[in-house]
């Protein structure tokens, strides 16, 4: 015959099963809303164009060097003003040598997940476009670059991008084209932690937000390459 509190103890079961249940759908549901507040920025751009690389360097580093990082989803999308014709033959705006950059850096977004190993691979081979091959060494993932890179998965991807990119609604108009949470930034978008911050919906603002760098950043002239911009 059972004890008392054995048959206590089944008697509760169902309870504290049901308990421990809603205790992690709750839960759950809590990180789901945190990631739902986090603010999507969307950077199209190509990779010779130095209004980019200036961007990519500056302005994006803010995010990755503060506390924004944890309220923003942030996308790379190498394809910019390249075109694509019926062959599916790749045009790129700053010439071949562009083309083979963008191919490169996505398959570095495409082997490096984490999106500071992601940032840290892009800024080294935006900042320093000649010095390419020492980024691809120093990836921690030199192989699986290189792979991709010298194979069809390089193509498949710019593809992919272009896709992303022509169907950008409203259609770019020029690089660097950054979006926030799919809108467009125009030309705010020097002053992308203000905006960020201003965006973010969610609680515990960064410290970043609080500070003097959300004043707005002076350009003395708005600096972009534009659609069908012809390069000298």
């Known amino acids: 015959m059972a004890s008392s509190s054995a048959t206590k103890f089944v008697d509760l079961f169902p309870c504290l099963f049901l308990a421990c249940l809603f205790v992690f759908t709750y839960s759950n549901n809590l990180v789901v ?3 739902s507040n986090k603010v999507k920025i969307n950077l199209y751009y190509e990779s010779l164009c130095p209004y980019c690389q200036n961007f990519i360097v500056d302005d994006l580093g803010k995010i990755f060097d503060s506390d924004l990082l944890k309220i923003t989803d942030l996308k790379l999308v ?3 003003n390249a075109h694509i014709s019926n062959n599916l033959t790749i045009t790129c705006q700053h010439g071949e ?3 083979k ?3 490169l850096e996505a398959c570095g977004i495409r082997t490096l997940p984490d999106p500071k190993l992601q940032y840290k691979f892009i800024r080294c ?4 476009t000649n010095e390419w091959e020492s980024c691809v060494q120093n990836s921690g993932r030199e192989k699986a670059i290189s792979d991709c890179y010298n194979g069809d998965l390089s193509k498949k991807l710019i593809l992919g991008y272009a896709k992303l990119t022509s169907s950008l609604k409203p259609k770019h108009e020029y690089v660097p084209w950054v979006t926030l949470n799919g809108k467009p930034l125009y ?3 020097h ?3 203000a905006q960020v911050c201003k965006a973010y919906k969610g609680k515990d603002l960064p410290k970043l937000c609080s500070s003097s760098v959300l004043y707005e950043r002076k350009v003395s002239k708005f600096q972009v390459s534009y659609v069908d911009e012809a390069i000298n």
């Open 97 to 99: 040598e562009e083309c």
């Open 33 to 35: 809303a945190e990631n």
């Open 191 to 193: 002053n992308l932690v």
């Open 78 to 80: 190498p394809f910019g």
């Open 125 to 128: 081979v935006e900042k320093d």
């Open 101 to 103: 950059l963008n191919a």
């Open 187 to 189: 030309d705010n978008y």
